[in-house]
């Protein structure tokens, strides 16, 4: 019987340079990154169905349309006419909302919507807009909800409700939409605290 000769398996190794491991190219892109550096955590096929686009997204003509489509509220999907308020049993009602989306599916919080008696969108007169409401958005929650759960809060300009303010002689306030997007929560159950923790 013959013997065939066993090559040596060829072993390969290259060697990246440590600052070039962690550079990306000029020419790719994060998938769902804005030019603002918004991207959402929270990822619904059905959210992006009533919405007609990812949550990260959205601008104000797709929150007009869920006035026009009279969206209804839904298990993952709540509307507020105006902002939470600053009193001790509206920063619960904000944590007690955001828990309670981040136990179960997930959803989307819009703040700035009116809805009807049959918890459909009416109108859209927006909120004034402003880095300080969603930084206290995030520190209520932070201060309330154990643990605390993954949320992104970020503003939708709409510029139709900022021209009509400054047609009627008011100031120019930038007003818009504030989007609270919570996906569902591993680290669930997230319960709301019975006290506030550094929040005035």
């Known amino acids: 019987?013959?013997?065939?000769?066993?090559?040596p398996a060829v072993t390969?190794?290259?060697t990246v340079p440590a600052r070039a491991a962690h550079v990306?190219?000029?020419s790719t892109t994060l998938v769902g990154l804005r030019k603002d550096n918004r991207m959402a955590a929270?990822?619904?096929?059905?959210?992006?169905?009533?919405?007609?686009?990812?949550?990260d997204v959205l601008t104000a003509a797709h929150i007009h349309a869920l006035i026009t489509a009279s969206v209804q509220e839904a298990f993952d999907?709540?509307?507020?006419?105006?902002?939470?308020?600053?009193?001790d049993s509206e920063k619960r009602a904000l944590a007690g909302d955001v828990a309670a989306l981040a136990n179960t599916a997930g959803g989307v919080i819009v703040l700035g919507i009116r809805e009807d008696d049959h918890a459909c969108a009416e109108a859209a007169?927006?909120?004034e807009l402003s880095d300080g409401e969603v930084g206290r958005i995030r520190q209520v929650v932070a201060s309330l909800v154990a643990?605390?759960?993954v949320m992104d809060v970020f503003t939708v300009p709409d510029t139709s409700a900022s021209a009509a303010t400054?047609?009627?002689?008011?100031?120019?306030?930038?007003?818009?939409?504030i989007i609270i997007a919570v996906p569902r929560s591993p680290n669930a159950p997230h319960a709301v605290s019975a006290w506030l923790r550094g929040e005035d």
């Open 24 to 26: 990306r190219p000029p």
């Open 147 to 149: 643990p605390m759960p």
């Open 125 to 127: 007169p927006g909120i």
């Open 12 to 14: 390969l190794s290259c």
């Open 166 to 177: 400054q047609a009627a002689g008011g100031a120019a306030p930038s007003r818009g939409f």
């Open 1 to 7: 019987m013959r013997r065939e000769a066993v090559q």
């Open 77 to 87: 999907l709540d509307f507020k006419e105006t902002l939470y308020g600053r009193g």
């Open 42 to 55: 929270l990822r619904s096929r059905r959210l992006e169905s009533v919405f007609g686009a990812p949550v």
